[in-house]
């Protein structure tokens, strides 16, 4: 889930949402809304019922939300929600098999961005110079 101990245990948190590793596992690099108003305003009504609602309800529906509605979110609003739920009530994700395998994949990326980045690629690189166990 969110905060896999195999990827490191690290909570989501709404900056990972937004961040450019969120917007690469989401599939929201440089993409235009297809579906226009109805789409926008779909996303907008369900992250303002969710903010009103219970926790009790929003885990009656969330099956259904991530069944009907979740395809039909553009990424940006799906982030929008993952995020949401990760922060305010990440239960909820147990009963979404869509949005708990990207949020999964969020968290696997975001553990392995912390080690596969150019710093980090670097000191590796180096290190193996040092070694001889590299071409130069």
Request: charged content about 20%.
């Given at each position: ?128 110079k040092?070694?001889g166990?590299?071409?130069?």
């Open positions: 889930m969110a905060s896999d101990v195999l990827f490191g245990g690290t909570p989501l948190l709404p900056a990972h949402f937004d961040s450019d590793v969120a917007k690469a596992v989401f599939n929201d690099k440089g993409r235009a809304p297809i579906g226009g108003g109805f789409q926008v305003a779909v996303e907008n009504r369900l992250l303002d019922w969710l903010s009103l609602a219970s926790p009790k309800l929003i885990m009656r529906w969330s099956h259904q939300i991530d069944v009907l509605i979740v395809p039909i979110l553009s990424p940006s609003g799906f982030r929008a929600l993952c995020s949401y739920l990760c922060e305010h009530l990440p239960q909820a994700i147990e009963n979404m098999p869509n949005t708990r395998e990207s949020v999964t994949s969020l968290a696997r990326a975001v553990h392995l961005s912390k080690f596969i980045n150019p710093a980090a690629l670097d000191r590796l690189s180096d290190a193996l040092q070694e166990l590299a071409k130069n």
